[in-house]
């Protein structure tokens, strides 16, 4: 089975400062994959995504991801966090059992720190 | 506007009493799936149609039925909804089932 893992349900970061959120998938082949954003009290909404092109994928806001095989991780990333980042970012994969499945990871919720 | 639209968008309701939530995209989508979100589980697919009168099941669909009669519309159904399914329920659809889906805004069920 396809799986997700993003490591840290909770991340706090200073305004200002880097933002790294980690997904690790299980695959032995490329799958497609994508960081969605939750803000309060709203649906998921694309940030980025792979699908077997550029490894180093830019996404909306300022965040991008880079697709590493060897590692199995895609990694998201924004050099310099704002307060309006501050929401719950999940990784997704498809593609392993059918592109129709879509797994998602437990989700990791960005503070920022005025 | 290019939307998902989900109905209700709060519920209390109690065991056994049958419920159908609505979903319906206006994008002209292939693809349309069905989520719950529990804290600490993330998003966990219920169903998927990859097109209309096409339908599967996705990793929890115990207790769940779906239906796709028209391509833009596809209502979750609980039959006899048990406590365990209180959830926060999403909506997503997108052209074709590898592309990036539109989310509707959610249904949260709380059932007593």
């Known amino acids: 089975a396809q799986s997700v893992t993003q490591l840290g349900s909770h991340v706090s970061v200073s305004e200002g400062a880097l933002v790294l959120l980690r997904c690790n998938y299980s695959?032995?082949?490329?799958?497609?994959l994508f960081w969605y954003v939750q803000y309060p009290n709203q649906g998921l909404q694309l940030l980025l995504k792979?699908?077997?092109?550029?490894?180093l994928v830019k996404g909306i806001n300022g965040f991008e991801a880079e697709f590493k095989k060897s590692e199995t991780s895609f990694h998201l990333t924004k050099p310099s966090a704002h307060m309006s980042d501050a929401a719950e970012y999940f990784c997704a994969v498809s593609g392993i059992q059918g592109y129709q499945k879509v797994t998602f990871g437990t989700g990791t919720k960005l503070q920022v720190i005025p | 506007e290019a939307q998902v639209t989900q109905n209700p968008r709060y519920l209390i309701t109690v065991t056994g009493k049958k419920l159908t939530v609505t979903c319906s995209q206006n994008?002209?989508?292939?693809?349309m799936s069905w989520y719950r979100q529990d804290p600490g589980l993330g998003l966990r697919q219920i169903y998927y149609?990859?097109?209309?009168?096409?339908?599967d099941k996705g990793d929890v669909p115990e207790g769940y039925k779906v239906s796709r009669k028209e391509k833009r519309n596809f209502p979750l159904i609980l039959e006899s909804p048990s406590p365990n399914q209180t959830s926060l329920y999403f909506c997503?659809?997108?052209?074709?089932?590898?592309?990036?889906?539109?989310f509707g805004d959610g249904t949260r069920l709380s059932i007593l």
């Open positions: 994008m002209n989508h292939e693809y």
């Open positions: 792979y699908t077997s092109a550029a490894t």
């Open positions: 695959s032995s082949v490329p799958p497609y």
């Open positions: 149609s990859m097109n209309v009168e096409v339908t």
């Open positions: 997503a659809s997108s052209p074709k089932d590898y592309q990036p889906q539109h």
